[in-house]
């Protein structure tokens, strides 16, 4: 590893490349990983691949979350879309753009945030790209494999109840305590620079017998409006099962804010939501939140929700 | 498809994944494409996997290629890696991030020439992901099969031969011309704004037996030293064997330049460099271009190469 004084720049593309493919140690399902054209992977059946690209200044900023936690968190976006089809993740390819003259020190930390990340589902960086840009764009393909078939998006059945596995809010409302300047309580700054999908929850669901499944990424209503939009279905939300918790209670009457909106609105903890026909049990961690009926569109308590919805990009704000 | 005066902004994230998710025509090894958590693909075997990074301004200007030819660019980048191995691409992800005042049309554009480059090998585009940011960044990832085992860059042997398929120069001799401010020779620029990977030819060469394998997209005297060190073996290439074209010739000559500059140095036409055991017979559109013997270092007629090498990212010029 070379000083933390030295930039991109001072080490050029090659040195980079080395040292980022030394914190790559293959995991199992790895027959070949980086420094050679293409990584080469064992997959019989199906494989499953999801790519998400996150943009300094739109999604992370440098100030806010340690580079280490960058790399957590573009490695989680990632891999909670292979646990939201009920699969593991067994590599990550990374493409990496950044500005000469970002410290070197940055980027080796971001690959070990990556390494990391993989490694709690026995997975391994597996290849890349570095490059130059003006600003840092990481760029992240999960490959993943399944015991069982894909829960996709669209199998949710009238009939069926809608389950939460992990987190909802708490990203969100570590992001409202970064924008104002803070950063206590530090577990809310902290879901939010190294969120904890629940990535044994989406294998789990699949083997329970799971009707469809997505990751809440934009925001629990608006990813549930994505499943119910595939599945052709209506899902009401019942937000006595949304207990939120402490942290989120204590910043929320500090904001003079819902704490229902976080978690309703929020996106970036890497919750899933899945849906189980009546003959499934709902697996351990998972907690009923609502119920799928003929029709279409969400209601929250039996009424349309009014409040913030989640985000979209080339939009107002951010 | 929108009026092609409407932005990115004007449309926004979620109408711009439905427009490009509607170019994506499955292919034959696709179980499911855009439009769910992560797409799945059959495989049965080894996954092949390669990530390439396009930056504005660093891999391509807007005002000297069109979209449709830097989607037709982006593919071929990650699509020769996986070729460069002896396989097949069967899907493409694409991480697309653009600023909210780009015409909605170029990203229409790019989008159908991604997907009209993967069709090239049968492939189609299978997920992706959009997001903000100022400049606009393409990443790539090819997914890919193999018939035969893997061909690597580490296999050269002392006594095997140097063969080439594809064309090399053209490109980097488009790029000159494109940086002087010209549009012709188009074949030239045509070269650099589209390249045509020899897909065919690197499962033509697994086939054949093929001992290591790489694509040229830094330059030929530094791909084939790429091969050279992982192998742990030194090469001579035969400049005899490098006839530069016509188009190649004339534009060297009107700017003082010797041909063989462009094609010992120059990227982005993604030609294949593989060696062949004297055992095996080198096949059809492979050209013999050196030997490999004992010892380490990339030779051009039995002398070290001091002409321009190719292209280090981070490091000055570009």
């Given at each position: 590893m070379?000083?933390?004084s030295?930039?991109?720049a001072?080490?050029?593309?090659?040195?980079?490349?080395?040292?980022?493919?030394?914190?790559?140690?293959?995991?199992?399902?790895?027959?070949?990983g980086?420094?050679?054209?293409?990584?080469?992977l064992?997959?019989?059946?199906l494989?499953?691949?999801?790519?998400?690209?996150?943009?300094?200044?739109?999604h992370?900023?440098?100030?806010?979350c340690?580079?280490?936690?960058?790399?957590?968190?573009?490695?989680?976006?990632?891999m909670?879309?292979?646990?939201?089809?009920?699969?593991?993740?067994?590599?990550l390819l990374v493409g990496f753009?950044a500005?000469?003259?970002?410290?070197?020190?940055?980027?080796?930390?971001?690959?070990?945030?990556l390494?990391?990340?993989a490694a709690?589902?026995?997975?391994s960086?597996?290849?890349?790209?570095?490059?130059?840009?003006?600003?840092v764009?990481?760029?992240?393909?999960?490959l993943?494999?399944?015991?069982?078939?894909?829960?996709?998006?669209?199998?949710?059945?009238?009939?069926?109840?809608v389950?939460?596995?992990?987190?909802?809010?708490?990203?969100?409302?570590g992001?409202?305590?970064?924008?104002?300047?803070f950063?206590?309580?530090?577990?809310?700054?902290?879901a939010?620079?190294?969120?904890q999908?629940?990535?044994?929850?989406?294998?789990?669901a699949?083997?329970?017998?799971?009707s469809?499944?997505?990751?809440?990424?934009?925001?629990?209503?608006?990813?549930?409006?994505?499943?119910?939009?595939?599945?052709?279905?209506?899902?009401?939300?019942d937000?006595?099962?949304?207990v939120?918790?402490?942290?989120?209670v204590?910043?929320?009457?500090?904001?003079?804010?819902?704490?229902?909106?976080?978690?309703?609105g929020?996106?970036?903890?890497?919750?899933?939501?899945?849906?189980f026909?009546?003959?499934a049990?709902?697996?351990e961690?998972w907690?009923?939140?609502?119920?799928?009926?003929?029709?279409?569109g969400v209601?929250?308590?039996?009424?349309?929700?009014?409040g913030?919805?989640?985000?979209?990009?080339?939009?107002?704000?951010?």
């Open positions: 070379e000083a933390p030295k930039t991109l001072d080490i050029g593309e090659f040195a980079l490349v080395d040292a980022l493919s030394a914190v790559a140690v293959p995991a199992d399902a790895v027959l070949l980086p420094g050679d054209d293409t990584a080469v064992r997959a019989t059946g494989v499953l691949a999801s790519t998400d690209v996150l943009v300094e200044g739109h992370f900023r440098r100030e806010w340690a580079a280490q936690d960058v790399g957590h968190r573009a490695a989680a976006a990632s909670a879309d292979i646990t939201a089809m009920g699969g593991r993740t067994t590599g753009a500005p000469g003259e970002l410290p070197a020190q940055w980027a080796y930390d971001l690959a070990a945030g390494a990391e990340e709690l589902t026995g997975a960086v597996v290849g890349g790209d570095v490059t130059a840009a003006r600003a764009v990481i760029a992240v393909t999960a993943g494999v399944l015991d069982d078939s894909p829960v996709t998006r669209s199998g949710a059945r009238p009939g069926d109840v389950a939460l596995a992990g987190r909802l809010g708490w990203a969100a409302a992001l409202a305590v970064l924008r104002r300047g950063r206590s309580p530090r577990a809310l700054v902290a939010y620079c190294r969120p999908p629940p990535y044994e929850s989406g294998p789990a699949a083997r329970a017998g799971a469809a499944m997505i990751d809440v990424s934009d925001g629990l209503v608006a990813d549930v409006g994505h499943l119910a939009r595939a599945s052709g279905v209506a899902v009401d939300l937000t006595a099962a949304l939120p918790a402490e942290p989120l204590a910043v929320s009457a500090a904001y003079g804010v819902d704490p229902l909106h976080y978690c309703l929020g996106g970036d903890d890497h919750a899933l939501v899945a849906t026909p009546t003959s049990s709902v697996p961690r907690t009923v939140i609502g119920t799928v009926a003929e029709g279409n209601t929250v308590d039996g009424r349309p929700y009014e913030p919805q989640g985000h979209e990009h080339f939009r107002v704000s951010g």
